[in-house]
């Protein structure tokens, strides 16, 4: 198949593991978390969107100087992007709990725990040496993101948060799109191709259980990912 007719295919079938994880999104929010546990949730997302934004800002520091100037320019919208989401998400907290966030404290504590961030996959995957990588892990997660922060947003009754939320989802959203057009041009060859699947199979697997360890594991969800995608 063509670049664009496998891109296209890639999201077609990233679609279980995205309903998958708004369907533990959806149970964990459903199951009235405590004050104290929904801001070391959301302190956790938080600390993530940092990891984002430090990522492909280094990406974007690493780029030689005949990249692309488009390309340039979307990571580092990206890049921006993921610094408003760290700060929505602090605000967030702060207007949960009603007092500053010491930053630095809620990093350092976030880091020392064994908690899952979809951030850490970047360079599992090789992601700043690999732009084929790169772009399979925004497509990927990204999306994945966007479907997560909406059923947040959908799921959170304060309006405060909720708009919040479907702000990041919206910018989730287009950072997909980004990685979607990358690989469109990375793509050509059945070789590529092939190795590309690999690496995206290994993405949902590792953001699927991102997703349970996060939240909740629901056996609709557990059902849909098996059928999918043989697990």
Not at 2 to 24: C, G, P, T, W, Y
Request: glycine share 6%; with cysteine; hydrophobic share 45%.
């Amino acid at each position: 198949m063509n670049a664009k007719q496998f891109v296209e295919q890639i999201v077609a079938d990233n679609q279980a593991l995205f309903r998958a994880s708004q369907l533990n999104v959806k149970s964990y929010f459903d199951s009235k978390p405590a004050q104290a546990e929904l801001v070391q949730h959301f302190i956790g997302r938080m600390v993530n969107e940092r990891m984002n934004m430090v990522e492909i800002a280094q990406q974007v520091a690493n780029m030689p100087a005949d990249v692309d100037a488009e390309e340039l320019q979307l990571l580092t919208k990206q890049a921006h992007d993921e610094a408003v989401h760290f700060k929505l998400v602090k605000d967030v907290i702060e207007h949960i709990t009603g007092e500053d966030l010491d930053v630095d404290a809620a990093i350092a504590a976030e880091k020392a725990k064994p908690t899952a961030k979809g951030a850490d996959l970047l360079a599992k995957y090789g992601a700043d040496t690999d732009p084929a990588a790169l772009a399979a892990y925004q497509l990927v997660a990204e999306g994945r993101a966007e479907a997560v922060w909406d059923q947040m947003a959908e799921s959170i009754e304060d309006e405060f948060i909720s708009k919040a939320y479907a702000k990041i989802a919206r910018d989730e959203g287009f950072h997909a799109t980004i990685g979607g057009s990358k690989l469109e041009k990375l793509a050509g060859s059945s070789e590529e191709q092939a190795r590309i699947l690999g690496l995206v199979a290994e993405m949902r697997k590792d953001l699927y259980q991102v997703s349970c360890l996060n939240t909740t594991s629901t056996e609709e969800g557990r059902q849909l990912v098996a059928d999918a995608y043989g697990w």
